[in-house]
């Protein structure tokens, strides 16, 4: 069975980065889509940024331009690169891929 395991959240300040990170234990084939969402309290989980072979990268309009999503097959590992944060930009980060959920990693961007 494949876990996946956010890490890298934490607080930001308004145009900082964080690099975020999400492992799959388990052998996870490097044709499989893979996605990160996020979620606010009291709002819809929204798609961030996704990785799909043969298409490539894809962002949210929202957050085009400044955040990143790429993998490592060698490591099992799909990173979410973030710069020029936002304060909107907080909210805890979640990636899954084959129907499968990471438990999420908090990412606050305040002063």
């Known amino acids: 069975q494949v876990l996946l395991v956010e890490s890298g959240g934490g607080l930001v300040q308004p145009g900082g980065s964080l690099r975020l990170s999400c492992v799959a234990s388990g052998i996870l084939p490097s044709s499989e889509p893979m996605h990160w969402y996020r979620q606010v309290p009291g709002k819809e989980r929204e798609w961030v940024a996704s990785?799909?072979?043969?298409?490539?990268?894809a962002v949210a309009t929202s957050v085009k331009g400044r955040f990143t999503i790429s993998r490592d097959s060698a490591r099992n590992t799909v990173y979410l690169q973030m710069k020029n944060m936002k304060p909107e930009d907080t909210a805890v980060y979640y990636c899954t891929g084959s129907g499968i959920w990471g438990p999420g990693t908090q990412v606050t961007v305040s002063s």
């Open positions: 990785t799909i072979s043969g298409l490539g990268p």
